[in-house]
């Protein structure tokens, strides 16, 4: 199946990061989706303090970072055109709010846990992390600091969140947790996010792979104060039978049901709707969705039918 991902209108100025993710039930490539996505860092808006995407192969992860604006980056051009299939991907355009326009402050974020890479891109405001790079605030769940292993490189709030919930992962678990263990964990980690800020504006989108097949989405979204730009999440999930699709950011469509087969399916994820001609359904707030195969899965409930199914977390160590 080709090119079922699509890129992001390109109504206003977001003056946040965007945020890109597919899941897939069978390997799917992504050119078309990241050809339209990569301009808008710095051509059709003004995302241009760097772009990262990430996807996997199998237990691995190919990952392109870039401080430049994805319009102009030439490592853009050269993924653009690069036709890899995955069952998994998450990308980003920057627009820094927090740390610099360097190479290290750039997203997706790449750890090992479980012997499984986590990968994380974040789109928002989360105060006190900004406040200190090292765990969580104070006044957030005490962090036990002799046994934190994961630290952040940069100087971003979003990599010091992505670094907590790792820490966390790792001090709650001495095995791998099941699917609907780990959806319960998450909502927790989010809504003590949310509550330790108390009235502090905190808006907190994220895409978060679990390895080839998992992908997690939450969505706390928000504006800044001023602003009249509402960012959250929204899904569509692409199955047989498949039609024609056009972009809202530039003049190109796909007739899906020319390069599709009735085993494909696919969820895409965007900070807004992407496409003229499709029903997208946006996040509630606080929304925490699984997603597998390219199905939304909205409980620990429908993470447990996964889970019994055989597609749960694996890793050779665990």
Avoid at 142 to 149: D, E, P, S
């Amino acid at each position: 199946m080709h090119a079922l991902g699509v890129v992001f209108q390109a109504r206003f100025y977001i003056t946040m990061c965007q945020l890109l993710g597919m899941n897939c039930a069978t390997p799917t490539d992504f050119v078309f989706s990241f050809k339209g996505f990569a301009r808008r860092g710095g051509a059709t808006d003004c995302h241009q303090d760097g772009w990262g995407l990430v996807f996997y192969e199998g237990r691995g992860v190919r990952a392109f970072h870039d401080p430049s604006p994805a319009a102009k980056s030439p490592i853009a051009d050269l993924v653009s055109n690069y036709p890899c299939k995955t069952l998994n991907m998450i990308a980003h355009i920057r627009y820094a709010t927090s740390g610099a326009c360097l190479l290290e402050n750039v997203h997706p974020f790449q750890r090992e846990l479980f012997g499984i890479i986590f990968s994380f891109a974040h789109n928002g405001d989360v105060p006190s992390y900004k406040k200190s790079n090292n765990c969580s605030a104070d006044d957030h769940k005490k962090c036990r600091l002799n046994q934190n292993i994961y630290t952040p490189v940069g100087s971003t709030d979003s990599e010091a969140v992505f670094c907590t919930l790792l820490n966390e992962l790792r001090n709650n678990f001495t095995e791998l947790p099941t699917l609907p263990v780990l959806y319960e964990f998450l909502r927790t980690f989010n809504e003590e996010i949310i509550q330790s800020h108390n009235n502090e504006v905190v808006i907190f989108n994220y895409l978060l792979s679990c390895g080839e097949n998992i992908l997690f989405a939450f969505s706390w979204p928000g504006s800044r104060p001023g602003s009249k730009v509402w960012n959250g999440l929204y899904y569509l999930v692409r199955s047989y039978p498949f039609r024609m699709a056009k972009l809202k950011d530039c003049d190109l469509c796909v007739d899906f049901s020319q390069v599709t087969t009735p085993n494909d399916r696919v969820a895409v994820v965007a900070t807004s709707p992407l496409t003229e001609d499709e029903v997208w359904t946006e996040f509630d707030k606080g929304q925490l969705i699984m997603f597998d195969r390219g199905i939304p899965h909205l409980s620990s409930e429908e993470c447990a039918q996964a889970e019994r199914e055989g597609r749960g977390l694996k890793s050779n160590f665990y």
